[in-house]
């Protein structure tokens, strides 16, 4: 072959309105800033398409709380109550009948998919919830930087938007839903030496009479039946290299028995799961295609 | 210069009985396995030597803890209640007339620095306390294991020995003396993709009635004066990389009103300031030297 | 999914011996090491098997060759006048009606692939031809070694096997293929801290009459209908991540008009491109399936 | 220690005129850009200062080929006869009342050192000499470039600025100076993923009659009394982790009897050995301190 850089090389690029779009596809994709997402989902969905959205505009709920988190004045907040939080494994009983999804990235997919669980079967305070995530540089987007450039990242790891990150005002709304009663969590995001791939270490208080065997139950239950979420064995440990370039999630969880908390340990490629994979997931569903055409697992 | 290889080219390493050492040195550095330093330290201390040991041997006041972490009974108990806990920005008052001193290592070290002004002040809970510490490959010494070959840890990041790590025995036994209560905590550790640098990041709720501005109080009280434990100013954070090859923690704090827990992150150097550093400090207090001879800030 | 990691999770290894390999399989990939692969071929080539092997012991034509470069007499030498050496984008028309198919692993792949057209077109001389190639650490194979441990690889590059590596055998036996004449080559193979991917780096000196037009001629007759082979446009470079986890070759060139010498860049995976990749495009070329059958480009 | 990084949180940085500058100090180290060094120099040297400067502007004798490889004007043609190449292991008796120093780079630093022992003894072709060059990311400067960005650079390595990279204008100059023939050489520049180092890999083919003792007569001869040039024993390799972080080059080569090439290895720190460890041993000379004054071995 001449020239060309690979199977991407014949990719063509339009600079397209809403409209232009609308009159060419029946699903949209918008990976859009947040801000501009609320704007071109409006008269797409007033032409009848569907929009798959990959920014934060449509996943709060609660226009005080985006302004709160976000510093500007939603755009479209008619839509807020139209969209459903998109994240197949928790909730794709909710998509019937749906026009707006709203695509939760990687912070929030690997930390929900983590607390699920013991949160549907009561076995975890909502107090005091510890969580620190490990992220690979790529999560920042394509940025020419000082902060992302190799001579400051290599071999160095450092906290981040400690100790109120953006995304604290979703993973808060959706642990909520989960529990049932009001939750906060300490989240403290963390920047690794790595391109690619993201992994959440969270900590929790078991209630009494709760046992690892009841914990365990409560995960094979939810992901026995997952194509992309897998729980491992006592013993095994997530690797952020086992599931780069994946969709896939992994999931351990173990119990410090001294003081009762329970540790669970998600990995995931917050370039794949963390939206744009959930998005083709969420696409497959919508078209009753089998939800990992087009997706490794 | 012909067929060397910069200044270590002239190190000369010996096989050296007790004996010999005691012959040859009032100061003796113990850099041995645990199990072999009790061994070495007995004929050094019986003929007036003074023991800067490096090993878990003499960190661990009670036998029976050794035992349970350690896996094997201990080798010279009767020296245990001879031993000071050497981390010199918190006992340097014990060392006058010892004669055995028991460097902690890079966990401790980047644990009890970042938690002891709050526990000094009372300003933290004993119960709750989370610790998700990320350590460089050379953490685990030099070694053809598989688990640290190049291809299996770039890019890569995993938890491990969890949820009970060997260094928890010291840790807790350290914060017990520190709070003066029962503390147990809850310890992950990760292996990052870096040869040198620890980084530990704690949380922990704050008592009742206690602000910011105590918290500030308490670490600008233990650290304004030390040589080798920068507190950063609000909003900074600290980076591995700012530490690396130099004997100095780097410590900064953040409270997360929304849950009253306060976040501390602390970096060092696991090569220097995790035990080889504080033991060339410990024999400069010795020699009346000033602590920061011959280390790098 | 419980206690799997992904899609390799339900493979099946067993202890075959040759025998139990024929009866169940027409064509047999040996991926085994070099000493081994001669004594496997044999009963499976007498049973009518398809053979395609990814060691060293059936791409060199002359077993003296063999026993100075491997040190080892070769155990089936009989055979070698059987083999093909198997790189499809230079060999595919000798592949007919054969059985035994040596496929070229990394360093060779590189280098035939940049060499071959300039050759072909009889552009270069056969003296003078100085190789630099750069490995990832993935190509010395899975090994608890020290060599290849993390802290002695991660931020470091040196040369290794210098001057005379292994495979210099075979590039140079197919060099003398390509041009016709006595070739002798320069070739320093380096270390890189990067677990995959290669990159040859090549200076030859440009027969006299000729010009870059004839070269970029020579370049894009042999690759223009090639699926795996991308010949640059002029001024710009390989890069290594552009080639990871697809089993494409990337070459670009530039005339030193000061020196009168080409250099020339390939960049390859050396896990795909290099052995296992083109030992698919054999098969599927035995299958008569379209070459780039369960391939990446 | 409060709110500081290190030792060099005290710096001090201030905006000075050359006037401010030279009523200050006695020796000014320059580390500009090009054409802003020129502009500098001048109104220092009038007043009697020493210049030791890292930029390109003294270092190319003749303003014809600065203009064809910096693509400017040179600004004080006529201080070029008074500077002086400040290669210390080069160039050290001609330092002698001169007032301009011109400090090489990385690049040249590590292929003159490499090259100079052959040349001044006359062991190698002047023709057909290759260099391969791989550099660490730092060797860019501190830049916030996509170019530069860690998810551009990890795990990827590509060649840049070939064939004619600006730094092959004092390389050339300083090898006719050597071999005292016209030299032209073959200078590919490689980006690697790592901070520091820089390492190169050099081809020249031997003059006849010559063997590998009088190779290594030459370069013990040249190196075995200077203090940061190390040349290795036959069969061991240079590493770039031997040198980060100090003032050495290490040196090795082989014979590749069958083409009767000699390959040359070197490594550096670009940011030590390339420009400023070499101002500070001009410094020290100047200053009549032993050369290694204040530099790492």
Known sequence: ALGIRGRFANLIFEDLSPNDVASRADIVFLALPHGVSSEFASPLLEQGKTVIDLSADFRIKDEHVYLEFYGVKHKAPELLKESVYALPELHRDEFKNRKLFACPGCYPTSILLALAPAFKSDLIDCDGIVINSLSGVSGAGKKSDLVYSFCERDSNVMPYSWPKHRHLSEIEQELVRLSGDPTTVSFTPHLLPIVRGMLSSISAKLKEGVDLGNVRD????????????????????????????????????????????????????????????????VMNHILQLPEEEGLIC
């Open 218 to 281: 409560a995960f094979e239950t939810s992901y026995k039946d997952e194509h992309f979420v897998s729980v491992l064995v006592d013993g095994d440990s997530p690797e952020i290299r086992h599931v780069v370039k994946t969709n896939s999630c992994q999931l351990a969880f173990a119990l410090d028995q001294r003081t009762n908390r329970l540790q669970i340990v998600s990995v995931i490629d917050n370039l794949v799961k963390g939206a744009s994979g959930q998005a083709v997931q």
